[in-house]
């Protein structure tokens, strides 16, 4: 289950940076307001998943935490993908 989340992760992740031009690693130093946005978003994902997964206790997260990281980001990254091709659909056409 762990190694189809993880997969699915990347799939998700490969269609996003497909969309909004680029990887995490390539927003890391924002130049410009859109791309700090997409910093930001990736951070934000990432925290969230974390903090889902169990990685920010004191405690060990356990054998499921994987799973649900990969679950969570996979679903926000979903929905950012929706929220891309929602925007580029707009007169404007852009982020």
């Excluded at 990347?10 to 390539?26: C, M, S």
């Excluded at 206790?57 to 994987?66: N, Q």
Aim: charged share 30%; aromatic share 8%.
């Amino acid at each position: 289950m762990n190694m189809k989340a993880r997969q699915t992760l990347k799939e998700v992740q490969a269609e996003l940076a497909a969309l909004r031009g680029g990887t995490a690693e390539d927003f890391v130093d924002p130049k410009d307001s859109v791309a700090e946005r997409e910093h930001y978003w990736d951070q934000f994902c990432d925290l969230s998943a974390r903090i889902e997964a169990g990685y920010t206790s004191s405690e060990h997260p356990g054998s499921i935490a994987p799973l649900i990281y990969a679950g969570t980001m996979t679903h926000l990254i979903r929905w950012r993908i929706d929220d891309i091709k929602r925007l580029k659909s707009t007169p404007e056409g852009h982020l």
